[in-house]
């Protein structure tokens, strides 16, 4: 399974983004999708994740409220709108998939990332 994210960027306190993650090698109707990051200096953390019909969303208490993730199956494609953007939110930012098909889109389900996309956020 190949994912690319694409979509980070450069905003100020309080603005928004969307990420993306185009995802391929597979049946992506299949998996769950999630979304990690990695700030400078800390270990990768989990943000959000959604299950494979897309009816089934979780979040870390970080960015529930503020981020909100989905998916577009006839796309391969799942997203993440992030708003009222914090320093804090700083990160390169991944999106995850699992071995397995169908189930809960827990955070210790995953077991393949792709490549990151920066987010910075001034202040």
């Known amino acids: 399974v190949q994912l690319q994210a694409f979509g980070g960027g450069l905003v100020q306190s309080g603005g928004s983004l969307r990420l993306s993650c185009a995802a391929s090698?597979?049946?992506?109707?299949?998996?769950?999708m999630g979304w990690f990051r990695q700030a400078p200096g800390k270990q990768r953390e989990f943000v959000a994740a959604i299950g494979w019909s897309g009816s089934r969303t979780t979040y870390s208490n970080s960015v529930k409220d503020r981020f909100t993730i989905s998916r577009d199956n006839d796309k391969n494609t799942v997203y993440l709108q992030m708003d009222s953007l914090k320093p804090e939110d700083t990160a390169i930012y991944y999106c995850?998939?699992?071995?397995?098909?169908?189930?809960?889109?827990?955070?210790?389900?995953?077991?393949?990332w792709g490549q990151g996309t920066l987010v910075t956020v001034s202040s």
């Open positions: 995850a998939t699992g071995k397995a098909r169908w189930g809960i889109p827990a955070p210790d389900k995953f077991d393949y």
């Open positions: 090698g597979r049946s992506f109707s299949s998996y769950n």
